[in-house]
């Protein structure tokens, strides 16, 4: 059902580094920016990359973000086990309305 | 710091209408943003329901847009969902959030589950 389509899962030892895509088309990432969000098991998701690559205050730099025409990228170095989450992208649709990814769920092996 | 938290109804029947409010502290409504719900079904991905800015305008969700009805009280620094004619499908946790263009959905509450059963 979502416009944006990630992997199901991505997994890496600790101190590793994995990377999550998210594809959508010139409707929503092609032309707005992109948001990646991380949901510890049983809480609210937290906002981790806002403008394509920007890290708000307190996320750290081991997170990064990126974009390129209609794909974005979260990754996300040196893997520690309080990584393990799932995680999502997120950017404004031209129908009007804000999409989520399908959500990656990141296993630290 | 901004805070946001959800209150109404844990389980509601079907057919009948879904309402929450979410109080926002810490923030003015009536100083920007776009204020939203969104959705999760248990075990599922996030779902984005519908925003309000605080001049009135909304947006929602297509696939929703003929069951919802987002609505802001400036006065209580607080805006409402409601989501008509429920099927178990509805059951979800619901979250209220604060969206910026730039800024993306930044703050969260934190969340309340909601079960639609008879």
């Known amino acids: 059902q979502s416009v944006l389509t990630q992997p199901p899962s991505v997994s890496a030892a600790p101190g590793q580094k994995v990377t999550i895509s998210c594809s959508g088309s010139s409707s929503n990432i092609g032309n707005n920016y992109v948001s990646w969000y991380q949901q510890l098991p049983g809480t609210a998701p937290k906002l981790l990359i806002y403008d394509n690559n920007k890290r708000p205050s307190g996320i750290p730099d081991r997170f990064s973000g990126s974009k390129s025409g209609t794909s974005a990228t979260l990754g996300i170095t040196g893997l520690q086990t309080g990584d393990e989450a799932d995680y999502y992208c997120?950017?404004?649709?031209?129908?009007?309305?804000?999409?989520f990814g399908t959500g990656t769920k990141v296993t630290v092996l | 710091q901004v805070q946001l938290q959800e209150s109404g109804p844990g389980l509601v029947k079907p057919s009948e209408t879904l309402s929450l409010t979410c109080a926002v502290s810490?923030?003015?409504?009536?100083?920007?943003?776009?204020w939203g719900w969104i959705r999760q079904p248990p075990g599922k991905g996030l779902e984005w329901i519908g925003s309000i800015y605080h001049s009135g305008s909304t947006y929602y969700n297509p696939s929703l847009k003929s069951r919802v009805t987002i609505s802001v009280d400036t006065s209580k620094n607080q805006f409402s969902l409601k989501l008509s004619s429920v099927t178990a499908a509805d059951t979800a946790v619901y979250y209220c959030a604060r969206r910026g263009i730039l800024t993306g959905v930044d703050y969260w509450g934190q969340g309340t589950l909601v079960t639609v059963s008879s």
């Open positions: 810490g923030y003015s409504i009536s100083s920007g943003y776009y």
């Open positions: 997120g950017t404004w649709d031209s129908s009007l309305s804000y999409v």
